[in-house]
């Protein structure tokens, strides 16, 4: 089993920054990728980063040039650097984490960012 905790949601003004964190929780598996998603009410959850364990990182069109993504492996952590929010990037963010060897797919709870025009 593997446990995600995200944080770092909040309510800004647009052009304001944050920072979102998950943070993985697990003694038994390697995790192959990790990354963000976004969903708003009454659509599908979206991709917003995702930091696979080789290849390219993958961006969301929308949000291409001000938000970045990192990983700290040894932590099993993963980061979303948002910038220049705009209030189109409201919704709850969803950390996710694949397994290595098995393809499960994890999430976290969510945490909501919610930007003021």
């Known amino acids: 089993q593997v446990q995600l905790v995200e944080s770092g949601g909040g309510l800004v003004q647009a052009g304001e920054s944050l920072r979102l964190s998950c943070t993985a929780s697990?003694?038994?598996?390697?995790?192959?990728?990790m990354g963000w998603y976004r969903q708003v009410p009454g659509k599908e959850r979206e991709l917003v980063a995702l930091f696979p364990s080789g290849g390219t990182i993958t961006y969301a069109d929308a949000i291409k040039g001000r938000f970045t993504i990192s990983r700290n492996r040894a932590h099993n952590a993963v980061y979303l650097q948002m910038n220049s929010l705009k209030p189109e990037d409201t919704g709850t963010y969803f950390c996710n984490a694949v397994v290595a060897g098995y393809g499960t797919v994890f999430w976290g709870q969510g945490t909501q960012v919610t930007v003021s025009s």
């Open positions: 697990t003694s038994r598996f390697t995790l192959r990728a």
